[in-house]
């Protein structure tokens, strides 16, 4: 985490066709190659930006900001794709982890398919990192609803 690099383990999902119909999110699998990649690309951005400060060369420097608006698209997309997933499963139960608690809601990934929605009802005392049974209570593709009750 030197110079600037930040490792943070997350996981996304990716979705899977079978005969040109979506059956699933998966989580991506953690990949060396591309780890290497991108630390590689890392070291470069350092060692190019000191002999560039080193010579005395103006360099042009970017400063990415979260979450930027591809990444809010790509979570839209994937929450409308596990909403259709998910259209004909309420009332199914599942086990979840929570993954966020705050003012706007507390919500919960569940891992089949990979996807994350909100409770709605029975949130009460979950926190970040708690475990729990959720129902799946409504759906809507169209504004990338999911919602859960407390089972």
């Known amino acids: 985490m030197s110079r600037g690099a930040l490792n943070v383990n997350t996981i996304a999902a990716r979705p899977v066709f079978r005969d040109g119909q979506l059956v699933d999110l998966q989580p991506h699998e953690k990949n060396r190659a591309k780890d290497l990649i991108a630390d590689l690309m890392i070291a470069t951005n350092g060692a190019t930006a000191r002999f ?51 003012a706007k809601g ?16 029975g949130f009460e005392g979950l926190d970040v990192g708690d475990t729990a049974r959720v129902r799946l209570v409504a759906v809507d593709a169209e504004k990338s609803f999911i919602d859960f009750e407390r089972a």
Do not use: M, N
Not at 63 to 83: C, H, S, T, Y
Not at 106 to 121: H, N
């Open 106 to 121: 507390t919500f919960v990934r569940i891992s089949s398919p990979l996807l994350e929605g909100r409770v709605v009802r």
């Open 52 to 102: 560039l400060v080193d010579k005395g060369f103006p360099s042009i420097r970017r400063f990415l900001q979260a979450p930027r608006r591809w990444d809010r698209i790509e979570l839209q997309v994937l929450k409308a794709a596990g909403a259709y997933l998910l259209h004909d499963r309420i009332g199914d139960v599942f086990d979840a982890l929570v993954t966020g608690a705050a």
